[in-house]
């Protein structure tokens, strides 16, 4: 079982990153819009995987991720973000895909991160 946390505040984002998790074999995916959202949902449920957003409309992600890491210890990261820049200071490093991004990248990039 592989379980997502997805830290995306577009609804619409948010749901095409499901999507493509999903037709990847990801069956257990929470959604958070907020840095505190997110934080909560990984501390109920550890994630094997957690895509970030930068800029969120409450908080930030990088800030969310490093707090959800000091929580739980490593856990692989996907930053997908309109400001890519933004993510050169990101600890830990992780991979990043700006937006607009194609499917095949968070496929791609799933895949390189969480063993089958």
Do not use: W, Y
């Amino acid at each position: 079982m592989c379980h997502v946390l997805i830290i995306e505040d577009e609804p619409l984002i948010a749901l095409s990153i499901e999507a493509v998790l999903e037709d990847e074999g990801v069956n257990s995916i929470d959604i958070a819009a907020t840095e505190d959202q997110a934080i909560r949902l990984a501390r109920n449920r550890r994630p094997n995987l957690i895509t970030s957003d930068v800029k969120l409309a409450k908080g930030n992600g990088p800030a969310a991720v490093a707090q959800i890491l000091r929580d739980l210890g490593p856990v692989p990261v996907i930053f997908i973000t309109a400001t890519p820049e933004d993510c050169e200071r990101c600890s830990p490093p992780a991979i990043v895909l700006g937006k607009p991004f194609r499917p095949g990248q968070i496929a791609a990039a799933f895949h390189k991160l969480v063993a089958r």
